[in-house]
C-alpha cells in the first residue's frame, strides 16, 4: 500500500517511503517509550513506590528497544517491497523482537526480585523466614531465567528453515540421542536436581552460617551448579551443589540464628569458683551482645596439674557469640590475673631437704 504519491508535485521513490515509513515508526516508538516512562516517573513522585522505581530501572532500556521495534514490524505491512526482502525483513524482525522480548521477561522477573527482597529484607535479628523465601527464590529465578535463554534460542534457530530440517532429521534419532546425552550430562542434571533439593528442603539457605571443609562462612549465593561461602577472612569457597547433599556439613543457623558460646580456662586447683560465676553474671547483665539466656559457670574436666572451668553464654547470632565469647575470655583473664594471681595455671617442684652428701645429685621432679 503506497501512502505517500509525491512531494511538492514530484514522485517520490519507493524506497524513500519505505524508509520515511519506517524512520516514523522507530521515531513514533520512542516518543511512545519516552511518555510511558515520564508516566511512572509521575507515580513513583506521588506514590513513593518502590515497585515504580525498580519497574523503571529494570524495563527502560529493554522497552526503549522493544517498542520501536513492534511499530517497525507493524509498519513493513504498509511497506511495497518485493517479496523476498519482505521475507528476510520480516524474520529479522521476528528474530529481533523475540530476543527483547524474552530480555522484558528477564527483567520483569528481577522486578518481582527486588519486590521480594524488599518485602523480605535480611537485616533482622531472626531472619529466618527471610533466608528461606531469599533461598528458593533466587534458585527459581535462575532457573527461569536459563529456561527462557533455552527458549529464545530454540525459537531463533527454528526461524530458519535449515534448521527445521535439522530438527526434523534429528528427531528420527530421539531415542539414542536421549540416551547418550543421558550418560553426558548426568553429573550436570545431578546438580540440577540438587539444586532442586536444596531450593525446597534447604539444608543450607542464602546468609546461612555454615562449617565446611574446615572453614567459618556465610551461605553467600546458590547457583544451579555451585555454592560460594564467603569465609570469615572475606575468601570465597566455591563447593558443587552436590556436596551440600552428599557430605555431612555444620549448619549454625538451621533452624534458629541463636547460638551458645563457650570459653574454657585452665586454672589452678586452688582457684574458687563463686567468684567467677558472680564476675560472668556481672558482666553479662552488663553486655549489649549477651541475649540473657544462658549462663554458667562449670568445672568441665581436671588434669594433672590445672582444671578446665567453662564459661557458657548465650547470644542472638553467631557473629555476636564469637564477640561476646572473645569479650569474656579477655575480662575474666585479667579478674583472675587481678584477684587471684596465684591461681593461675603454675608448675609445682616440692622441695623437702637433702642430706649434705646428696646436694650434687641432680633433683628429677
Known sequence: MQLIDDFFGYPIPQFIQNFILAGAAIIFGLILKFIILKSFKFFSRYWASFQIRSIIRHLNHPAGIFIPLLLLNISLGFMVLN???????????????????????????????????????????????????????QFIRKFVVSLIVLITIALVLLSFESMRKIGTGLLTGVGVGGIIIGFAAQKSLGNLLAGFQIAFTQPIRIDDVVIV??????????????VVVNIWDQRRLILPITYFIEK??????????????????????????????????????????????????????NKEHTIEVRFLMSARNSSQAFDLRCDVREQMIDFIRTNYPESLPKTRIEYNGQPEAQKDTPFIP
Not at 558472680?278 to 544462658?294: A, F, G, M
Open 83 to 137: 517479496p523476498e526482502l519482505r521475507a528476510q525483513l520480516t524474520r529479522l524482525l521476528e528474530i529481533s523482537l523475540t530476543i527483547s522480548f524474552s530480555l522484558i521477561l528477564i527483567r520483569i522477573i528481577k522486578v518481582f526480585e527486588d519486590h521480594f527482597y524488599h518485602k523480605y529484607d535480611l537485616n533482622k535479628e531472626d531472619n529466618l523466614k527471610e533466608r528461606k523465601i531469599r533461598t528458593q527464590l
Open 248 to 301: 555431612p556439613f555444620q549448619n549454625w543457623t538451621r533452624v534458629s540464628a541463636q547460638l551458645l558460646g563457650t570459653v574454657f580456662l585452665y586454672l589452678d586447683y586452688t582457684i574458687p569458683i563463686p567468684p567467677l560465676r558472680e564476675e560472668l553474671t556481672r558482666l553479662l547483665t552488663t553486655h549489649p551482645l549477651w541475649d540473657k539466656r544462658v549462663n554458667v559457670v562449670q568445672v568441665t574436666d
Open 213 to 226: 571443609e574446615g572453614e567459618w562462612g556465610r551461605v553467600e549465593e546458590i547457583t544451579l551448579t555451585y
